[in-house]
């Protein structure tokens, strides 16, 4: 496993770290020292990884960002993100004031197998741990799901890194802790930022009162079907108050940890006369139902009506008969719109990766410092979605952590 060493290159006010050898990818950011907690990044990477991208028919490559925050020299890592490669900028949101480190390498899907959606590579690289927390180094774990489908080669790509400061007294302003709790109260975890929050108060304040009563309504009178259940076999130590703080009790904790009824034990947990379970509310009230369901039911015959088995037997014939149809149809539409030949789908598959490699022709370097901006990118890089975040970066504060 080879871990290269990063040099800090720095042009002009724009600063990039990049891999040993001057290698693959370049990251840019306006200023190490921030002035928000979200950060826009940019990136380019040399013409001899794209060129080896379409030597791989790579057709998705994408940027792997891991993040780490020094805390007095010991690095953790905190954030993940990944995103397109030919998306060529980025804004990297930070939920801790202090010095951080920002690694980014590629990673791919196997040409020959099966393609993992962004959503399916995310979770498997949340699972791994790519920094040394003593030294800042990215460390190279095993880049590939366990059937080998997606993967990535840094010995033969490299990394790049890039320190930044975020400073303290630009996160979002904590609301009121009521607010807080209120807002928040049908989600676990607590909201990124601003724009999180705006949302999930949104539907505090308008369709979460009348759930949120209908919900309390059901669950005092579930609490209350199960203290009477309790009542009804004697149960001694019963939460009452269950029924007037439905937040802080869950669903069937009006029982006491450890049961006992007051028909079977004595207050000192000494066994009672077999007589006493006789009395017992809810052993008399089965009694009582078996008699009555034996009175409704004494004298009746029970059996099956011929005109119903007819009807059954017509309705598994209708089924059977619609299952076979959709059998025989599908084979028609084979015959119908065959599979494409190999030759036919490996054309297909060079053009299309012709396309990409001249799609990532702008994001080469060249050797001059790039402005992480959008104004400064290609006008086909300028996509709704960096414009979107953007604009979120000024609006959506996220909160301190």
């Known amino acids: ?3 290269f060493v990063l040099r800090a290159t720095i042009h002009h006010r724009y600063l990039t770290k990049i891999s040993k050898g001057d290698q693959m990818i370049k990251l840019f950011v306006d200023d190490t020292n921030l002035h928000s907690p979200i950060a826009g990044i940019r990136w380019c990477v040399d013409k001899n990884t794209i060129d080896k991208l379409a030597e791989l028919k ?12 020094d805390n007095d020299g010991v690095f953790k890592e905190v954030e993940q993100k ?3 490669l030919k998306q060529a900028m980025e804004y990297i949101e930070f939920h801790r004031p202090g010095k951080h480190r920002i690694f980014a390498c590629l990673v791919w899907n196997n040409p020959h197998g099966k393609q993992y959606t962004k959503s399916d590579l995310a979770l498997y690289f949340s699972k791994q741990r790519m920094f040394n927390p003593y030294s800042g180094d990215f460390t190279v774990p095993s880049f590939n799901y366990p059937d080998h489908e997606f993967r990535s080669h840094p010995e033969n790509f490299g990394y790049g890194s890039v320190d930044v400061v975020v400073p303290a007294g630009y996160f979002a302003k ?14 676990e975890s607590k909201p990124k930022n601003q724009c999180y929050f705006r949302k999930r108060r949104f539907i505090a304040y308008s369709i979460q009162p009348p759930i949120v009563l209908g919900f309390i309504l059901i669950k005092t009178f579930i609490a209350l079907l199960q203290i009477i259940g309790l009542l009804l076999i004697g149960t001694r130590g019963i939460k009452f108050e269950a029924l007037i703080h439905p937040f802080r009790y869950s669903t069937g904790d009006c029982a006491p940890e450890e049961t006992s009824s007051i028909f079977i034990t004595d207050s000192s947990g000494k066994k009672r006369n077999p007589v006493f379970f006789l009395f017992m509310p809810a052993v008399q009230l089965t009694i009582l139902f078996l008699v009555g369901l034996l009175k409704l039911m004494f004298g009746r015959l029970i059996g099956l009506n011929m005109d119903d088995t007819l009807y059954w037997l017509l309705a598994i014939d209708l089924i059977i008969v619609v299952m076979v149809f959709a059998i025989n149809w599908a084979s028609v ?3 119908l719109f065959p599979d494409e030949t190999m030759e036919q789908s490996l054309a297909k598959q060079e053009l299309k990766i012709k396309q990409i490699k001249n799609e990532y022709q702008d994001i080469v370097c060249t050797g001059n410092t790039l402005a992480p901006q959008i104004s400064s990118l290609p006008a086909r890089r300028q996509t709704v979605y960096l414009k979107f975040q953007q604009l979120k970066s000024k609006v959506c504060l996220p909160f301190a952590s």
């Open 174 to 187: 904590e609301p009121p802790a009521w607010e807080k709790w209120w807002v928040n109260l049908w989600y």
């Open 82 to 84: 990944i995103v397109p």
């Open 333 to 335: 539409l084979k015959k």
């Open 1 to 3: 496993m080879t871990v």
């Open 58 to 69: 790579i057709q998705e490559a994408y940027v792997l960002f891991v993040i780490a925050q």
